[in-house]
């Protein structure tokens, strides 16, 4: 008797709902989703939950599960009625998302207390979901694609070892002019027809040919500040990136102030102490840490150029419109993705910083193309049968080990906290399907420009404003100091 209730029970749950979807298109990426649910399942589902209650339900005059099965419905049929409500749900939704019906990027926007079991007849709801839209492939095989090489001589290495010296050398207090590359500390204001809009009190800024905030630059800052002296204030325009998380000046041109506190210039710094401060024994090792750092900067470079030829010619033809909202929810993941490769490419903080600054001047331009990419990639992936292996987890979490100096179980663990471990996941995909495409290309070389100098001071925050509240910053609680992967420093200034 029991064996017969079980495969009973078994045979109701695996038993498909009898579903009437339809679907309507809002747009390319939105669809407006209406189910109906016979009364032949919903009465199934109340016969389930009343086959798990009659054998407990309690009644006046009755023993614990010897009334009678009708008045055990009539007596706890509005209370039932919310599990069955709940169970529908669930099972309609996943039959729906595992139907032909749409590919959904999103959680539907399904207001749960407005739906109701009706006492007769079917049950309908209706919601809204983000889907990837429905496109043709484009041609992906024998692309012809520009690639950067370079191989690094002993020159490469000293050019780079001379620029990592600057930027680890102490700093000593100058009282004269401003010179290029001093480090110098501004009160820094903002304003827009002689009011103003913020202050940055005691800022300290390089004095580099370009200014980076996150909404917007300063190009030739360098010009602007040679030859002040301290107590020096220095006016400026300032366009705000069309991008800017205030609203309100997005595009505009405001006004800035950089009041001259002090200044600050590079003393020499000898080999062995700069080794000293990246944990290397000598000079020699040193050097050699910097071939490696070097030679992962020319791999990244080699994957971002050869991904944006192939993302141009993937994107080429998707038109599709793309909603504001999910281009703000997914810049998120795309900042956090693109700062994950640079921490495991041998990346200076500096350098990170000045690429981060550029990715939120243009976010929603640029996460644009990288969403249309990456639905195409992903349909490429599905049609090539391409996942992802735990091995490649492992791959990747020990090349961010090796940037940080942290281990890999540190890190896997805070990835999975943050929720980055899905971004991981998708990083890892889109490169097994563009290394598919390299694959099938056609390859031509072209000179990769050796970093030797720095040209970009990258602040971080905004003029117009705190950052946070549109884009939060993509933190694992790893923060590689370092610009030579594998060695954590010992000191150095901030």
Known sequence: MNTEASSLDESVELKKLNLSVDVKANSACQRHVKVTIPREDIERYYKKQFDDLAP???????????????????????????QVKGALLMDSLAQVNDG???????????????????????????????????FELPNWKGLTI???EREFTAQDVEQYLKMLAGD???????????????????????????????????????????????DGVIEGFDKLMIGKTTGDKISSTFSVSEHADNIDLQGKTIELEFEVLDVKRVDTIDENVLADKYSLESPEKLREEIKRSLENQVSYEQRQQVRNQISAVLTDSAD????????????????????????????SQDQIKARENMLRQDAM????????????????????????????????I?????????????????????????????????????DLIEKEANF?????????KRKIEAADFSVTGDSSGFIPEAKYDVQPETAIPGQPKKDGRD
């Open 398 to 434: 020990a090349r961010m080990a090796m940037s940080t100096g942290d281990s890999p179980r540190r890190i896997r663990s805070r990835l999975e906290k943050t929720g980055q471990i899905d971004v991981m996941r998708n990083m890892i995909i889109e490169r097994k399907v563009i």
């Open 100 to 134: 032909a019906h749409f590919s959904a990027i999103s959680e539907p926007d399904l207001d749960y207390d407005q739906v109701n079991v009706p006492e007769t007849g079917s049950m309908t709801f209706e919601f809204d979901i983000e889907v990837r839209p429905e």
């Open 320 to 347: 599709w419109d793309l909603p504001p909202e999910l281009l703000k929810r997914q810049f998120r993941r795309e900042l956090s993705r693109a700062l994950m490769e640079l921490r495991t490419s041998g990346f």
């Open 365 to 396: 331009a640029r996460t644009e193309t990288l969403l249309k990419e990456h639905f195409i990639l992903e349909r490429i992936a599905e049609q090539e049968k391409i996942e992802d292996e735990p091995a490649d987890y492992e791959i990747e």
């Open 146 to 148: 520009e690639r950067p």
């Open 56 to 82: 407990r339900a309690e009644l006046p005059g009755f023993r614990a599960g010897k009334a009678p099965r009708q008045l055990v419905e009539k007596k706890f049929r509005k209370q039932i009625s919310d």
């Open 444 to 452: 031509k070389a072209m000179p990769y420009e050796l970093p030797t």
């Open 168 to 214: 680890e050398a102490d700093l000593v207090p100058v009282n004269g002019p401003i010179q290029a590359e001093d480090e110098v500390t501004f009160n820094i204001v903002a304003s827009a027809d002689g009011k103003s809009l913020f202050t940055h009190e005691e800022t300290s800024l390089a004095v580099l040919p370009v200014l980076s905030f996150n």
